[in-house]
């Protein structure tokens, strides 16, 4: 209950935070809707050549790109204000300070920055998959909007656990900051279904860098295509790499050499 309240306590600060600054805000926001108008005008450009992407038709690419969108709102609301900044505690040595507070290192690092504008990325992506699946006729009992948050919940762990494996690295080698676009080059081929990369490439994209973790087995979820393996790769990577960055930063933390040392 101590760090349930204390993520209340972090929301509020960013919802008090954005609301001192409203025009910056609705600019936020303006740009969220114009590089949506955008994306949906890509795709319309590829459906005008063809009926099918990667044997996926509009409306369950529709899906996907709101699962992407939401992908996104969570990147830009949680891990890049938050994870972002583990370089730089390190570099100035404020990670000392976090590591006294009586809380856990870990769970403080990944929450206590939150942006709150990106919530509307949030917002606009499950938007784009109810109209979707509202298009195709999705019947959508209880049973399977909670399958697919369940499967889109594990595309947020999988994502998180990936993104703080990679900025661990910082306490062996300071400038990673490359990895960082690295990273989010890689993030944006999440935008297309998994079937649209062939031979080697698809394996990397599911197992490598998991992108059809990310975006393709939560859409399929949505639109009930998702077969019992593809649902359990998504749990068990889910999972295996939560329990890999938290055994990664203990040991970073055990090799770390605070600023004071």
């Given amino acids: 209950m101590k760090y349930v309240r204390l993520l209340k306590e972090f929301i509020r600060a960013a919802v008090v935070e954005e609301f001192e600054y409203r025009s910056n805000f609705f600019a936020n926001v303006l740009g969220t809707v114009s590089g949506l108008f955008f994306a949906l005008l890509t795709l319309q450009v590829f459906f005008l050549q063809t009926e099918q992407i990667g044997g996926w038709s509009f409306e369950q690419v529709l899906v996907l ?150 975006t393709t087995f939560p859409a399929a979820a949505f639109t009930g295509g998702l077969s019992g393996r593809e649902a359990l790769i998504s749990l068990v990577m889910a999972g295996g790499l939560l329990v890999l960055s938290r055994l990664f930063w203990k040991s970073a933390l055990r090799n770390y050499q605070s600023a004071s040392s």
């Fill in 65 to 214: 790109l709101g699962v992407f969108n939401a992908l996104s709102g969570v990147v830009s609301m949680v891990l890049r204000p938050n994870i972002g900044r583990i370089v730089q505690h390190i570099r100035k040595g404020t990670l000392d300070f976090i590591l006294t507070k009586p809380v856990d290192s870990q769970f403080f690092i990944s929450f206590r920055h939150i942006v709150f504008w990106p919530v509307t990325d949030v917002l606009v992506g499950f938007g784009m998959i109810i109209y979707a699946g509202w298009k195709m006729d999705v019947a959508m009992s209880l049973f399977s909007v909670l399958w697919f948050l369940v499967i889109f919940f594990a595309a947020v762990v999988t994502l998180y656990s990936l993104w703080f494996l990679m900025m661990t690295l910082s306490f062996w080698f300071v400038k990673v900051e490359n990895l960082t676009l690295v990273f989010t080059s890689l993030f944006e081929t999440a935008r297309f279904p998994v079937q649209v990369y062939k031979g080697w490439l698809r394996v990397l994209l599911t197992y490598l860098f998991p992108v059809a973790v990310l």
